[in-house]
C-alpha cells in the first residue's frame, strides 16, 4: 500500500475484554514497530519484528500483551483482559532494513477501556 | 544497547524565539540519526536526517548538525511560530545488524504568539 494502514482507527471497550489491533506495513518493509502512546506522554517502545520474527518484545508491558506478524507482513498487536491503564494511541511503524533509512507510522489506533 | 536521550519538556517559547531541542545517543556502530515531528492530531512524520558525522540535516527552517564528538543531534530553529507547536522526537537508526530505529521519548514545544 502506499502507507502504514492501522486499523480499527478507534476502539472502545470494556474492561476485561480481549481486543486486536491490527497493522499492515508498507509493502517490502521487512522491520516493523509497535508503540503505545499516553496522552500527552512521549513514545513507549513495545515490540520489534524483523520479518516474522521479533528480536526484542523488551517493551511489551504485561504478559496480557502479545503480538504476531504473519508472512512478513501483516502484524496483529493483542491485548488481553484490557485494562484501564491499557487506554493509550497504539502507533505502529514499518521501514525497510537497510542503511540511513526512516521510518513510515501508521495513524494509530486510540484504544479507550471503560 | 543503543539509545536516545533527549531533553524533557514542556519548551514553551514566544514567537520568533530561538528553539534548541537537545539531543544524545549512545551506539555501538554509525547510525543515522533523525528528528520526526507530531503536530496536534496527527501522525509522526520525518523532519530531518543526518546520515554520517558532520552532516546537517535541514527541513522547514529547522537544523541539527550529526556530532560524532560529542554523540549529539540538537534541533534548532532561529525563530519559531505558533505554528511548530508539536512534539519532537530525536531517533537512530542502526546501520548494521537488525537496522532498528530506537527514539527518544520525545520533547514537546508550545510556541505563543
Known amino acids: 500500500g502506499a502507507g502504514v494502514s492501522q486499523s480499527p482507527s478507534n476502539k472502545v471497550t470494556e474492561k476485561g475484554k480481549d481486543v486486536e489491533l491490527r497493522c499492515d506495513p508498507i509493502s517490502g518493509h521487512t522491520a516493523l514497530y509497535w508503540y503505545r502512546q499516553s496522552l500527552g506522554q512521549g513514545l513507549e517502545f513495545l515490540i520489534y519484528f524483523q520479518g516474522n520474527s521479533a528480536p526484542d518484545k523488551s517493551g511489551l508491558p504485561s504478559d496480557r500483551f502479545s503480538a504476531e506478524r504473519t508472512g512478513g507482513s501483516v502484524s496483529t498487536l493483542t491485548i488481553q483482559r484490557t485494562q484501564q491503564e491499557d487506554s493509550a494511541v497504539y502507533l505502529c511503524?514499518?521501514?525497510?532494513?537497510?542503511?540511513?533509512?526512516?521510518?513510515?507510522f501508521g495513524q494509530g489506533t486510540r484504544l479507550t477501556v471503560v | 544497547g543503543d539509545s536516545v536521550t533527549q531533553m524533557e519538556g514542556p519548551v514553551t517559547l514566544s514567537e520568533e524565539a530561538f528553539l534548541t531541542i537537545n539531543c544524545t545517543y549512545t551506539a555501538t556502530g554509525y547510525p543515522s540519526l533523525f528528528w520526526y515531528v507530531q503536530y496536534p492530531g496527527e501522525g509522526l512524520q520525518l523532519l530531518l536526517k543526518a546520515t554520517k558525522a558532520d552532516d546537517k540535516g535541514s527541513n522547514k527552517g529547522f537544523e541539527a548538525t550529526y556530532r560524532k564528538e560529542t554523540t549529539s543531534f540538537h534541533l534548532e530553529k532561529g525563530s519559531v511560530q505558533v505554528s511548530d507547536s508539536a512534539v519532537y522526537f530525536c531517533?537512530?537508526?542502526?546501520?548494521?545488524?537488525?537496522?532498528?530505529?530506537?527514539f527518544g521519548a520525545g520533547t514537546r514545544l508550545f510556541v505563543k504568539a
Open positions: 531517533a537512530l537508526s542502526e546501520n548494521t545488524g537488525g537496522f532498528k530505529t530506537i
Open positions: 511503524a514499518s521501514s525497510l532494513r537497510r542503511e540511513n533509512t526512516e521510518a513510515f
